[in-house]
């Protein structure tokens, strides 16, 4: 029933209306905030309370659900029609790591994690220092990772295709307060 699931509703730009694709069974407990959810490929990924991250294809109306990779703390990414994981390693509450998992999609019909890389030791001394606590945001802008650490004004880019780390310069002291926000969108052809 309609109280058991969350409708999924498309807009049509070129006729100006709305249509359901589907619905996504409730007992998936999503995460529907901004920065665990978008629209790729034709799909809507989003982060699930209970460990994974559900694949909802707008076009079949189906919907997968992929566990994540362990971690202490993850959050989706999108980078160029490729979506990713980023997850954060503690040690006796301190971080210790970040890896990030690209989601592939194999034989075109299952999905699987495949990590792409690590935060560089001494980049993430650094990136640690920049802090008081181990909460730090991220975002895909492009063919980059963007990561900053709460309250700082330093934030460090992994580039997805040189698999390179660097530094921006520091953001203006007025500007430690507020939040990452990206949001990927992405244009459908006909609809």
């Known amino acids: 029933s309609s109280t058991d699931s969350i409708i999924v509703e498309v807009y049509n730009s070129m006729t100006e209306s709305w249509k359901v694709a589907g619905t996504i069974p409730d007992e998936l407990n999503l995460v529907l905030r ?3 959810m978008f629209f790729c490929n034709g799909c809507l990924f989003c982060m699930s309370s209970s460990g994974g991250v559900m694949v909802y294809n707008i076009e079949h109306g189906s919907t997968t659900i992929v566990a994540i990779p362990v971690t202490d703390w993850a959050r989706l990414v999108c980078c160029k029609s490729r979506v990713f994981m980023v997850g954060a390693t503690e040690e006796n509450h301190n971080l210790k790591g970040i890896i990030m998992w690209e989601l592939v999609l194999k034989e075109g019909k299952d999905y ?3 990590e792409m890389g690590r935060m560089p030791e001494s980049v993430c001394y650094d990136f640690k220092r920049s802090s008081r606590c181990n ?3 991220c975002a895909g802008v492009g063919d980059k990772i963007c990561f900053r650490a709460h309250e700082s004004v330093e934030e460090v880019v992994y580039d997805i295709n040189t698999n390179s780390w660097s530094w921006l310069p520091k ?8 939040s990452m926000k990206c949001l990927p969108l992405e244009t459908i052809p006909n609809a």
Request: hydrophobic content about 45%.
């Open 112 to 114: 699987f994690w495949q």
């Open 171 to 178: 953001f203006p002291a007025d500007f430690k307060y507020v």
């Open 135 to 137: 909460w730090f945001e």
């Open 34 to 36: 901004n920065e665990n």
